[in-house]
């Protein structure tokens, strides 16, 4: 069993659990990472290829936040010759005051100048002319923040498993999912198919799969589950480059779904030749993360088509692929992500660290410290009250 015995057991083996194992791989803590698919798989959260890192935030905390991870960003760079944040900058744009999932602009700019960040304010016309879309309602504006990236997900995730598999403290293993974690002395004894693991410690980040392993003690979370598609357009004029962009809009006259959307420029390490398009809103949200078809929505699809037809320049008007994404979302307003340990009611609970729920691509390595400083020492230096886990945002199941 000793072989069997860590100091932390991390669940879930995606981009939070990469970047945890790494951390803890650093201060030498014997550490075990284990994913229910391969190492970087397409059935998660850190499917696909691309992310957007931005500044603009509604809340100051989470301006804050981004700001914090560009240290552990530029550390993660050192460490391969490919480029995790590709700076096209963030270009945020749209109706001012229209209220949505990813906050608005006018509170994006608030926050951004008491924080003291830069950003250009624009209107629809510089919008236009200098970004490439068309046809914006003239009373659209917008903010272009020059520090916004296209993250390079395959590439983190790659030099963060090759900084695991470095780590001589560290063990990885794949195809283990978790079927039951009992408690024996303050131990936690997870089983898989194949094994029974010992820690005394855990870090549970499985992404969607989340409420597969916090029901395993006897809790979960409230969320739903989105699969968000994600179209990919030829460009027509290859010189022509956007930068990672968000439209808001009001729900569309016919009211019956969000109107927001997002994309990225062409990047090159995935199809340089075509720019990704998706829109930021589901039809309908699954309940289990096993509904997951791996097509997109025919309808979400026929909206962003439409959208990149009205307003974009330099592209096919119809894409030539698409893929899909899994997110597990939190269900209480504002709180994008669920991060700390489980709940008070839960037994020895401040050994159980739980990162749940929203778009973390952003903070990827930063998370991977907090996470780590939370497991070996029962605390962080950085504010996580905002997204703190208080048992009211848990369920008891027992
Ligand atoms: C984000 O940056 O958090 C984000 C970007 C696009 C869609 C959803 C979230």
């Known amino acids: 069993m000793n072989n069997n015995y ?82 096209v ?18 509170a994006a700019e608030k926050a951004m100048n008491k924080v003291g960040v830069k950003y250009t304010p624009l209107t629809a016309q510089q919008i236009e002319e200098q970004y490439h879309f068309k046809n914006l309602p003239k009373d659209y504006t917008g903010l272009f923040q020059a520090d916004g ?35 024996k002395n303050d131990e936690f004894w997870i089983t898989t198919h194949d094994e029974t693991f010992v820690a005394k410690k855990i870090v549970v980040v499985p992404g969607p799969y989340i409420n597969n392993v916090l029901t395993l003690l006897d809790f979960k979370v409230d969320v ?55 829109p930021d809103f589901v039809m309908k949200p699954l309940s289990n ?18 959208w990149v037809q009205n307003h974009m320049t330099g592209l096919e008007p119809v894409p030539h692929f698409t893929s899909t994404c899994l997110i597990a979302l939190s269900t209480i307003e504002n709180k994008e992500m669920l991060l700390g340990f489980a709940p008070s009611s839960i037994p020895n609970h401040e050994n159980i660290v739980v990162c749940a729920t929203g778009w973390a691509g952003k903070f990827i390595p930063l998370l991977g410290r907090i996470l780590s400083d939370l497991a070996l020492d029962g605390k962080t230096p950085y504010d996580l009250q905002p997204f703190q886990i208080s048992r009211t945002r848990f369920k008891s199941i027992l």
């Not at 669940?11 to 698919?37: D, H, M, P, Q, S």
């Not at 989105?226 to 729900?251: G, L, N, R």
């Not at 993360?289 to 962003?304: G, S, W």
Request: glycine share 6%; proline share 6%.
């Open 289 to 306: 993360p096993d509904q997951r078809t791996h097509v997109p929505n025919p309808q979400e699809l026929a909206y962003t088509i439409q």
């Open 89 to 106: 900058g963030t270009l945020w744009f749209g109706d001012p005051s229209v209220k949505t999932t990813e906050g608005n602009i006018e």
């Open 224 to 278: 739903t589950y989105w699969e968000m598609a994600s179209a990919y357009f030829k460009k027509t004029k290859p010189d022509i480059q956007y930068p990672t962009w968000f439209v808001f809009q009001e729900p569309t006259a016919e009211g019956l779904h969000d109107n927001l959307f997002y994309g990225f420029p062409s990047v090159v390490w995935d199809n340089p030749d075509y720019i990704r398009v998706a």
């Open 149 to 183: 990236a296209s993250i390079n997900l395959l590439a983190t995730l790659e030099t963060l498993l090759q900084r695991n598999q470095a780590s001589p403290s560290v063990t990885l293993r794949e195809y283990q999912s978790v079927l039951q974690i009992t408690q």
């Open 6 to 87: 860590f100091d932390v057991i991390v669940i879930g083996g995606g981009a939070l659990g990469l970047a945890t194992g790494y951390e803890l791989g650093k201060r030498n803590a014997k550490t075990l990472v284990l994913e229910r698919f391969s190492f970087i798989n397409q059935q998660g959260s850190s499917a696909g290829v691309s992310r957007q890192f931005r500044i603009p935030y509604p809340d100051e905390y989470m301006v804050r936040m981004v700001l914090d991870s560009v240290p552990y960003w530029d550390e993660l760079q050192t460490h391969t010759d490919a480029t995790l944040l590709d700076k």
